[in-house]
């Protein structure tokens, strides 16, 4: 069986406090390897017929495909977002060593 993809997934959080929890859980439940955040965010996005622009945390969450539905459900489960971001991006290409690095910090135990 092929190892699983590892992925980038981007989140946005509307604080610090949101971001760490969300960053906490997921690497404290193995749904990601590690989680970086980017405070300082400026999102500019149309939401319910109007242009907003609100400072936010960005997330970098590094997982795998396997891994993926089920921090899919932890995120939507803890975001305080109607409608939270989760983009999905494969990793084609990285350090090998770092990338199964993040297939084994995601595995089941």
């Known amino acids: 069986m ?5 992925l980038l997934c981007l ?3 509307p604080d610090a406090a949101s971001a760490q929890k969300l960053a ?3 690497v404290g439940e193995r ?4 989680v970086n955040r980017l405070p300082g965010v400026l999102s500019t996005y149309r ?3 109007r242009v907003h622009t609100d400072g936010e945390e960005l997330l970098l ?3 795998t495909d396997a891994r993926l539905e089920a921090l899919k459900a932890r ?3 803890l975001h305080p977002y109607e409608l939270p971001e989760l983009i999905a ?3 084609e290409l990285g350090h090998a060593a770092y990338l199964q690095w993040v297939r084994s910090m995601t595995q089941h135990c």
């Open 89 to 91: 991006l494969p990793v």
């Open 24 to 26: 906490e859980t997921l």
């Open 2 to 6: 092929p190892d699983p993809a590892v």
């Open 47 to 49: 939401w319910e017929g």
């Open 61 to 63: 969450i590094k997982t």
């Open 75 to 77: 995120l939507l489960e």
């Open 31 to 34: 749904l990601a390897a590690c």
């Open 11 to 13: 989140c946005t959080c």
